[in-house]
């Protein structure tokens, strides 16, 4: 499990070496200005992970709405040969 850590947006520049030593432990970090939370900095082998996992979400969500599409009959399903002549 990683941890998060809260730090001011300011110590970005003077603390660049201990962001990433928390970075390289996985952890996460939320920078924060004036008290409020503007990003989070996450390795980039953890951003890599997320965004396959979001990727494939997405894929799956994009499947289901055209099954239940041609299920309902508000399109119709055509095979690939008559997909690429109409190109």
């Known amino acids: 499990m990683f941890s998060v850590h809260v730090k001011?947006?300011?110590d970005l520049k003077v603390q660049y070496t201990d962001f990433l030593e928390i970075l390289n432990e996985h952890d996460r970090i939320i920078l924060n200005s004036n008290g409020k939370n503007e990003a989070?900095?996450?390795?980039i082998e953890d951003y890599k992970e997320f965004e396959s996992y979001a990727h494939?979400?997405?894929i799956r969500r994009k499947l289901r709405e055209t099954e239940d599409a041609?299920?309902?009959g508000s399109?119709?399903?055509i095979d690939e040969e008559?997909?690429?002549e109409n190109d």
Request: charged share 25%; net charge positive.
């Open 82 to 84: 008559t997909f690429w």
């Open 8 to 10: 001011k947006l300011d």
């Open 40 to 43: 989070v900095l996450i390795n």
């Open 56 to 58: 494939k979400n997405y």
């Open 75 to 77: 399109v119709e399903w």
């Open 70 to 72: 041609v299920r309902n």
